[in-house]
Every structure is written in structure tokens, then in C-alpha cells.
């Protein structure tokens, strides 16, 4: 199997995995309903999600050095799949929060032995274009699966079944079995089972920048849907979720042409300023600025910083790439899911709105003092140039 079709088929199974992530996002009202919750649980719900991965990555991070890269990824198919049967079966509030922890459990292994194998399999000289085939997979994953049952509802109408889960049934045990096959290109170490996440020197600024943006994506897809559905948007859901990562992928390979530090820099700057514009949208009840909104944050998530970030730990920790990837995610998990709880706890004791606003605020504030204190330790990249 030639090293292209090996690479198309890995993408394949990495945009499957997290294709099963938002899958059932359009569907966070309906599970409420089922068990009559609040903002508070629907958000705790949304983020059971890092209560799986962030374990996984901490425990099990380099897990992949040991028993190679397939076996995670295809463990990460079935379990999207299984997760996603479970919301079938027994559609609640209950499902959805050990629903979404499978569902991070299986990011968390797909994402950390993906990473690297991507770069294996394309080889040392391609680091950086290995990193963009995996954000394009996972940005169009995590972006398509919310889309497509929103297309799934508006043509079948109210449903717990969209035609979506039932593409993701057929399809991950298939890549499953592919993914088994793949060619072996790594060596395995004997290392234990259990190694924490390392952390490469000089990259704190880029795991702050995927915190950050990464709790503005949280807040687009917890928390902006339940203000939109009390606006009567609430069909407009999976398109909103779906921008909140496709424009980011978009924007990759731009990002790809331009220094890291510069991409990250840009992110900076991309991330109040799209989440500003996206709650004026909700505010004046305008969707073009809620769309626009979300498209900039979009482009600063899963487009400039999150391409920079993976670039960057993986060039910094070229023998180290599965745990070096995986104390990224630590960052950028942590950032996904305690401002989404948190904003989700304000929202049932002051509004959504208000604990928006909170939220951009204190976003503005935490951006303000990384990007400072990034300037004055000059921290700088590991490479100047596109190294893909």
C-alpha cells in the first residue's frame, strides 16, 4: 500500500472518530427534554465528553509507543459507534453524559496515535503537512457529523434516529477493520502502558492559545445553541456548529504558508473579535452576525492556532510525538469544557446572555495577559518557515 493511500485511509478513520463527537449536538435540547434539565446539565453533559478524554490522555497518552498506532484507532471507531447506539436505545440526559465519555475516551486515542503515525507514515521531511491532513480530518469531522444531522432532521423531521447515526454505524466498523490493516511503520517500545503527557519547552504560549480558543468553540457548541432555540434559531444549530469548525479548516492551509508564531499571533487576535461579533448577533437577534461570529472564531480555533499549535509540539518533540500531542490536548480540553461549565451554571442563575458576556469579558482579560507575558519571556517558534 502506497504511503498516499495509507495517509487517506488514517484521515479517513480520524475524521470518523471525530465525526461521532457533535453527531448528536443538534439533539442536546431534545435529551434535556427527555429528563427535563437545565443549562447547567446540558453543559455538565457536553462536557462528560473531557471527563473521558482528559484521563486517557493523561494515563494513557503514550500508550500507542507500546502496542502501535492501529489498535487505539480502531477501539476509537468502535467506541463512537457504540456511544452513538446507546442515544438510540435509551435517548436521556443520563445517555448522553456516558455517551460523550466514550466519545472522549476515543478522541483522546485517536488523536494522540494518529498524530503521530500521520507523520510516520508520510515521513520526517513532510512534519508539517502531516499535521495539516490530521486538523483537516478531525476540523471536518468535529464540524460535518453536527451539520449532517441537522440536514438528517430537516428532511426526515423530529427524530432520535437521524440518517447521520446510521451513516456512522455502517461506516466505523468498516474503518475499523481497515484501520487494522494499515501498514505498520512504527516501532514498538518497550515502555509502560501508563506515561503521562509531556509538555515541550517553549511551548506554553501555544497550549495557552488552544485553550483559549478552544473554550470559545466549547461555548459555540454548548451554549449558543440553547440561546439560539430560545430565539426560535434552533434549526440553525448544526449549521452554527458546523462554521464553528469548518471555516477553521478552511483557513489551514493559509496557516500552513505562515510562520507558526504569526498563525498563532493572528489567532490572538481572531478569537474576542469573532465571539464579540457573534454575540452582538445574539443580542440584536441578527443571524448573519451570529454566522459571522462564529466563522472567525472558527478560522482562529481550528484554523490558525490549533495548525501552529500541533505543528509546533510536534517539530519540538520529534521522538516524543504521541505524549507531546497529548499534553496539547490537556491545554486545549481543559479550555473546551470548565468555561463551558461554568458559563453554563451562570446562564441558570443570570440568563444565557448574561453569562456570555461574562464569558467574552474574561476572555478579552485572558487574552490580553498571554499575549503580553508572551512578549515579554520571547518565547519564539521552533521553525520560521513551512517545513511541509
Do not use: H
Request: charged share 10%; with cysteine.
Amino acid at each position: 500500500m502506497s504511503r498516499n493511500m495509507s495517509a487517506c485511509l488514517l484521515a479517513a478513520g480520524l475524521f470518523t472518530v471525530t465525526f461521532a463527537v457533535n453527531l448528536q449536538a443538534p439533539l442536546y435540547d431534545a435529551y434535556a427534554a427527555e429528563s427535563d434539565v437545565g443549562a447547567t446539565a446540558v453543559t455538565a453533559a457536553f462536557a462528560a465528553y473531557v471527563g473521558g478524554l482528559m484521563p486517557t490522555l493523561l494515563l494513557l497518552g503514550g500508550l500507542s509507543d507500546r502496542i502501535g498506532r492501529r489498535g487505539p484507532i480502531a477501539l476509537a471507531l468502535i467506541l463512537g459507534a457504540v456511544a452513538t447506539a446507546l442515544l438510540v436505545q435509551a435517548p436521556s440526559w443520563t445517555s448522553l453524559v456516558v455517551a460523550r465519555f466514550l466519545l472522549g475516551i476515543g478522541t483522546a486515542l485517536a488523536t494522540t496515535s494518529g498524530a503521530a503515525y500521520m507523520t510516520e507514515i508520510l515521513g520526517q521531511d513532510r512534519a508539517k503537512g502531516g499535521a495539516l491532513v490530521v486538523t483537516s480530518a478531525t476540523s471536518l469531522g468535529f464540524g460535518g457529523g453536527a451539520l449532517a444531522t441537522g440536514i438528517s432532521l430537516g428532511l426526515q423531521g423530529p427524530t432520535l434516529l437521524p440518517a447521520s447515526y446510521i451513516v456512522l454505524f455502517v461506516a466505523a466498523p468498516v474503518l475499523a477493520v481497515i484501520a487494522l490493516g494499515l501498514p505498520r511503520v512504527d516501532s514498538a517500545k518497550p515502555v509502560s502502558l501508563l506515561r503521562l503527557p509531556v509538555f515541550p519547552s517553549g511551548t506554553w504560549v501555544f497550549g495557552a492559545a488552544m485553550a483559549l480558543a478552544w473554550s470559545t468553540t466549547g461555548m459555540t457548541i454548548a451554549v449558543v445553541p440553547l440561546e439560539l432555540a430560545a430565539n426560535d434559531l434552533g434549526g440553525w444549530t448544526g449549521l452554527v456548529i458546523f462554521l464553528a469548525i469548518f471555516v477553521g479548516f478552511l483557513c489551514q492551509p493559509i496557516a500552513r504558508r505562515m510562520t507558526n508564531g504569526d498563525a498563532l499571533a493572528l489567532g490572538f487576535v481572531l478569537i474576542p473579535l469573532g465571539f464579540l461579533v457573534l454575540l452582538a448577533g445574539v443580542f440584536f437577534k441578527v443571524l448573519a452576525f451570529v454566522l459571522a461570529g462564529t466563522c472567525i472564531t472558527s478560522a482562529a480555533s481550528y484554523g490558525f492556532t490549533y495548525l501552529a499549535a500541533l505543528a509546533e509540539v510536534s517539530l519540538r518533540a520529534p521522538d516524543d510525538r504521541a505524549r507531546a500531542t497529548a499534553g496539547l490536548f490537556v491545554y486545549a480540553y481543559f479550555g473546551f469544557s470548565l468555561p463551558v461549565i461554568a458559563s453554563g451554571a451562570l446562564a441558570d442563575m443570570l440568563g444565557l446572555f448574561l453569562a456570555m458576556v461574562i464569558f467574552a469579558t474574561l476572555q478579552i482579560a485572558v487574552t490580553a495577559i498571554i499575549v503580553i507575558t508572551w512578549k515579554r519571556t520571547g518565547v519564539s517558534p521552533a521553525v520560521a518557515l513551512d517545513a511541509g
